[in-house]
């Protein structure tokens, strides 16, 4: 799994609708022959992610960072087992987490909430991408 990281990189990703929503998420993709001045923007076939985080919807930089390590470690986990697709993936937050409810920025229960709704996005990711196909030999069609 690789880290998007430069402005052209997010920029390319972030020009489509997003393909997931929940509450407090959204997920865009785009494929990784995007170009930039005549040179690919994602340079290695491998699941890119990227993350957006405002301070519009999370005011304090802990908060920032909790949500980020969820993030991460959610897409690193997700690709080890059940697989992401080889594109350039942006988890965008859009809407503030309550402060009331959850009153520490690195409480257990804000990190639950997190992964679970990743989860439910990379779930909906799942069923809009279409598996692979697997080459003949893998089939095992006994010729």
Known sequence: MQRIRSRQQFQAVMAGAPVAKTPHFALHRASLDSL????RLFPVVDTWVGVLLPKRWAKRAVTRNA???QIYETARLRAQTVGLPEAALVVRLRTAFSRQTFVSATSDALKQAVRAELEQLYAQLARRTK???RPEAARGTGC
């Open 131 to 133: 598996p692979a196909p």
């Open 67 to 69: 949500i980020r390590r």
């Open 36 to 39: 930039h001045e005549g040179r």
